[in-house]
Structure formats: C-alpha cells, structure tokens
C-alpha cells in the first residue's frame, strides 16, 4: 500500500511564495510523482511531474516559470515550490504517485498515476 501525505499549504499573499511536501510511504517501486490542483467549482488539473530516475519534470502552462518541482530521493519526498502566487492558484494541492511507467512520459495524465493524497489547501489573497 502507498500512501502519499502532502503537507506545506496555507495562505499567502499575492506574490508570496509556499513549499509543498508530499512522502510517498510504503513499499513499491517509485516511477514518478506528480502534483495536480482543484480550485472549487473546476475539474482537478495537472500541474506539475516529476521522473524518480532522470532528468524529466514537465509543468503545466499556469506553472512555468513560477513553480518548480523537485524530489529527495532518500526520503521519498517531491516538493512543490511556488513563487510569485496569484489568487488563481487557490485551490486544493493534491500529491499523487506513479509506480510504472506505462504512459511513459505522460505525466499531466491522471490516468498515470496509481496513488494520490488527501490533498493540502492554497489560498492566494489579493
């Protein structure tokens, strides 16, 4: 059983910046992680990926330049920091866990990934 915790949301000013966390836990053979938003009254949508083995990371068009996407490969730990926040980033942060690399490099793909958290609320004020 995998089970990803996210942790690192809460409210920020317009401009400012937050670090997601999120830990995969358990026993599996870790392919990738991905980090995927759902502000209220929108479907969920990707935001950013993150290969476990490589140089791959793709990012959603709303993130470039803004968010980046890292891992710690001795903890099981992909981060997600976010600079220069708008009110539009507000949304629930949902961390979820590749174990096969079957959509390759398909990581905006929900389909993709096997595991994902609870999720960790953002609020941009303006």
């Known amino acids: 059983q995998v089970q990803p915790v996210e942790s690192g949301g809460g409210t920020v000013q317009a401009g400012g910046s937050l670090r997601l966390s999120c830990v995969a836990s358990?026993?599996?053979?870790?392919?990738?992680m991905g980090w995927f938003r759902q502000a209220p009254g929108k479907e969920r949508e990707f935001v950013a990926g993150?290969?476990?083995?490589?140089?791959?990371?793709d990012y959603a068009d709303a993130a470039k330049g803004r968010f980046t996407i890292s891992r710690d490969y001795a903890t099981n730990t992909a981060y997600l920091q976010m600079d220069s926040l708008k009110p539009e980033d507000t949304a629930v942060y949902f961390c979820?866990?590749?174990?096969?690399?079957?959509?390759?490099?398909?990581?905006?793909?929900?389909?993709?990934?096997?595991?994902w958290g609870q999720g960790t609320q953002v609020t941009v004020s303006s």
């Open positions: 358990g026993t599996f053979s870790l392919y990738g």
């Open positions: 979820a866990v590749r174990t096969s690399g079957y959509f390759r490099g398909n990581y905006d793909r929900e389909k993709a990934y096997s595991y």
């Open positions: 993150i290969a476990w083995r490589g140089p791959v990371a």
